[in-house]
């Protein structure tokens, strides 16, 4: 078990390295970097002009192989050791499924160009892969009880919630992602209004603008979604410490993730606030996808 433990610690780690990296990428404009060569750069092992886009682009698809062969072996193992608990080949599955759907988007937009909207399905690909990974990962330290979650009873309407809240934050996701690919980070100078001085003129906006505030909004609706779900879980489950916790864990992740949303204005696309803003999510994401294994162990334990 210290083997699949360690494989599962690292292909946590490095899937984050993942997602920050073509946040990275994406960032600095650095897709092409390699030119429509791949997974060679401009059809050249060693290339021989070497600039910083192309040592990012470059950088970019070998965590990502790197990575993608310690999933694939994660996957592997989990399935032939511990294959009998109820989630982990399902989960083995969707973890590599979804880390080569995502390397399959990213060549095929090297090669053949795609549209942005198309474009920005990768990050959330990326983050199913993630969150995928850190739930195996989790189920494979309960086998000797490092911590032990099973008993935790989650009622049914608050079951619905979760699932809700996860497929809407997938979303708005994708429009954080829309953002960053139509380069429409900047459309709007203000915050928390595109124009502080005329917030509802909305005559005025053009398509980014649109994407831009409809992203604001789409994320302030998780923001009160989650403080929400905090005071119903405080009330709900006094005396369950990892309720408890775990949503005091989501309000603050939603709080700096809100904060970030803003500074990333202010600072006019800050590239260390920018990937500071992917983390956060990607970690929001982590821990509802954990709530959500709970949510589904519950529904199997109590047919209420």
Request: aromatic share 12%; proline share 1%.
């Given at each position: 078990?210290?083997?699949l433990?360690?494989?599962?610690?690292l292909?946590?780690?490095?899937?984050?390295?993942?997602l920050?990296?073509?946040?990275?990428?994406?960032?600095?404009?650095?897709?092409?970097?390699?030119?429509?060569?791949?997974?060679?750069?401009?059809g050249?092992?060693?290339?021989?002009?070497?600039?910083?886009?192309?040592?990012?682009?470059?950088s970019?698809r070998?965590?990502?192989?790197?990575?993608?062969?310690?999933v694939?072996?994660l996957?592997?193992?989990?399935?032939r050791?511990?294959?009998?608990?109820?989630e982990?080949?399902?989960?083995?599955?969707?973890?590599?499924?979804?880390?080569?759907?995502?390397?399959?988007?990213?060549?095929?937009?090297?090669?053949?160009g795609?549209?942005?909207?198309?474009?920005?399905?990768?990050?959330g690909?990326s983050?199913?892969?993630f969150s995928?990974?850190?739930?195996?990962?989790?189920?494979i330290?309960e086998?000797d009880?490092?911590?032990?979650?099973?008993?935790?009873?989650?009622?049914?309407?608050?079951?619905?919630?979760?699932?809700g809240?996860?497929s809407y934050v997938?979303?708005?996701?994708?429009?954080g992602?829309?953002?960053?690919?139509t380069?429409?980070?900047m459309?709007?100078?203000?915050?928390?209004?595109?124009?502080?001085r005329?917030?509802?003129d909305?005559?005025?906006?053009g398509?980014?603008?649109?994407?831009q505030?409809?992203h604001?909004l789409?994320?302030?609706?998780?923001?009160?979604?989650?403080?929400?779900?905090?005071?119903?879980?405080?009330r709900?489950?006094?005396?369950?410490?990892?309720?408890?916790?775990?949503?005091?864990i989501?309000?603050?992740l939603m709080?700096?993730?809100?904060?970030?949303?803003?500074?990333?204005?202010?600072?006019?696309?800050?590239?260390?606030v920018?990937?500071l803003?992917?983390?956060?999510?990607?970690?929001y994401?982590?821990?509802?996808?954990?709530?959500?294994?709970?949510?589904?162990?519950?529904?199997?334990k109590?047919?209420?």
């Amino acid at each position: 078990m210290k083997l699949l433990k360690g494989l599962a610690v690292l292909s946590t780690f490095g899937m984050l390295l993942v997602l920050l990296g073509g946040a990275l990428v994406t960032k600095t404009g650095s897709g092409m970097g390699c030119g429509q060569s791949w997974p060679l750069c401009h059809g050249q092992l060693i290339p021989s002009s070497i600039n910083l886009e192309l040592i990012i682009e470059l950088s970019h698809r070998l965590v990502s192989g790197g990575v993608g062969l310690f999933v694939l072996a994660l996957a592997i193992l989990s399935w032939r050791r511990v294959g009998h608990i109820r989630e982990v080949k399902f989960l083995s599955f969707l973890a590599f499924f979804f880390l080569l759907a995502q390397g399959l988007i990213g060549a095929a937009a090297v090669k053949w160009g795609q549209s942005d909207f198309v474009l920005a399905m990768h990050f959330g690909i990326s983050l199913v892969s993630f969150s995928a990974v850190l739930l195996l990962t989790l189920i494979i330290f309960e086998i000797d009880k490092k911590f032990d979650a099973d008993s935790v009873y989650i009622k049914k309407d608050l079951r619905i919630q979760f699932y809700g809240l996860i497929s809407y934050v997938l979303l708005v996701v994708y429009t954080g992602a829309l953002v960053r690919h139509t380069n429409s980070s900047m459309a709007c100078m203000d915050w928390p209004f595109c124009y502080n001085r005329s917030p509802f003129d909305f005559s005025s906006y053009g398509i980014y603008q649109w994407i831009q505030m409809g992203h604001r909004l789409a994320a302030g609706m998780v923001f009160i979604w989650t403080i929400y779900l905090f005071i119903k879980v405080l009330r709900e489950y006094k005396d369950d410490l990892l309720m408890r916790t775990g949503w005091l864990i989501a309000v603050i992740l939603m709080i700096v993730q809100v904060a970030l949303g803003a500074f990333v204005i202010i600072t006019y696309v800050h590239l260390i606030v920018a990937l500071l803003h992917a983390l956060v999510i990607s970690l929001y994401v982590g821990l509802l996808s954990y709530f959500l294994l709970l949510s589904s162990r519950s529904a199997k334990k109590h047919k209420d």
